[in-house]
């Protein structure tokens, strides 16, 4: 096994970058995907909607939606090129990240197939091996590969390339049969029309994929260049980046042809914005989360499943979008305390430390040394 690789060399920006990025994530799953069928947002409004409820779904929409995930693959992408680096003193970077993506595909594949099909976790181990290769190229190489990527995602948006899609009436009666076995099925009902959905899921995974390669790549550029290891030196192009990404983003969003775009640039100015910010003190609460992302992200899934489905609280397709906001508020907040009191006695959250005891083929330290705490 090797040894140090940099498991505590952190970076605080960083780490609450993802924290944050976590928050986004955690409303558009609550609000969009474990409260009602992904594929509500298919169907026209519900004119009974109430007016809170109606703002948070816009909130979410208009917010959080594709831009959040989109910070998250940004920062999985710097996240690859700070281990590629970092495992270089042992010689064997790429063998040691196709550990580590190897038992993050496990992770993924059994999230999907046992707890929810709005797993991420899958898609973003099979496209950290595509980009393996790449950790070592030329930054002008990354750069390029990225344009790439991010064009190939532009051109599926715009131009028609054959991805199947079901019927406008598909629609409808299948949120009406979701509402029914999500809310009043048993475990076994609820995977196995989870399972069922996946082929009509497959599309949307098709469609934002070469946009989750391209910042990836763009995480690790970010890495390489040193805009992300050292923010602090780097405010300038940061600010022009928070800039012109928020208010690009923001008006390039309400462009039905450019929306892919603008959603991108948005999350650009989202990070940006963060990565600025991130000297204040009271940014500092969101680090324990995001050193942990990989355990809440997974928490969250087993509580809101016990909320929604059926073998639990059986709430999906009942409450409105305002209570499942403050729901997920609470949710959020209640991982914050948790997550700072446990990285007080421990290196790693649990998943994390699963994580790299299965890369590594041996037990990691897991307690935090007496020294350390000091």
């Given amino acids: 096994m090797p040894r140090g690789d940099g498991a505590n060399e952190r970076i605080d920006a960083i780490d609450i970058l993802r924290g944050v990025a976590l928050f986004g994530v955690l409303m558009v799953n609550l609000v969009s995907e474990f409260r009602v069928s992904i594929f509500q947002q298919f169907l026209p409004p519900d004119p009974a909607t109430g007016v809170l409820d109606g703002w948070a779904e816009t909130l979410v929409r208009a917010g959080f939606e594709m831009k959040a995930f989109a910070v998250f693959s940004f920062l999985f992408g710097l996240g690859l090129a700070v281990q590629f680096e970092r495992l270089a003193r042992t010689g064997r970077p790429r063998y040691w ?115 989750t390669l391209a910042l990836f790549l763009l995480g690790a550029l970010a890495w390489r260049t040193g805009v992300a290891r050292r923010p602090d030196e780097h405010r300038r192009l940061l600010i022009a980046i928070a800039v012109a990404g928020v208010a690009g983003g923001a008006a390039l969003s309400m462009l039905d042809a450019a929306a892919g775009a603008g959603q991108t640039l948005l999350a650009a100015g989202y990070a940006a914005t963060v990565l600025l910010l991130a000297q204040r003190r009271m940014l500092h609460v969101f680090a324990p989360l995001g050193r942990m992302a990989f355990t809440n992200y997974i928490a969250q899934s087993l509580i809101f499943g016990y909320i929604f489905f059926g073998y639990g609280l059986g709430r999906f397709g009942r409450l409105g979008a305002a209570p499942v906001f403050l729901l997920g508020l609470a949710v959020y907040a209640a991982q914050m305390a948790a997550s700072a009191w446990w990285l007080r006695h421990y290196r790693y959250g649990p998943l994390e430390w699963l994580w790299r005891t299965l890369m590594y083929g041996a037990v990691q330290p897991m307690r935090v040394a007496l020294r350390e705490k000091g």
Wanted: hydrophobic fraction near 65%.
């Fill in 97 to 211: 990240l196709m550990r580590r993506l190897a038992v993050l595909l496990v992770f993924g594949l059994a999230h999907l197939l046992l707890i929810w099909n709005g797993d991420i976790l899958t898609e973003y181990a099979l496209g950290g091996l595509l980009v393996l290769p790449l950790l070592a190229a030329p930054v002008w190489a990354l750069a390029a590969a990225a344009a790439c990527m991010f064009a190939l995602y532009l051109f599926i948006g715009v131009v028609p390339v054959g991805i199947p899609w079901p019927e406008a009436g598909w629609f409808e009666q299948h949120v009406a049969l979701a509402n029914q076995v999500f809310a009043s099925g048993s475990f076994a009902d609820i995977r196995r029309f989870s399972l069922d959905e996946l082929p009509v899921l497959l599309p949307l995974h098709i469609y934002v994929f070469p946009r």
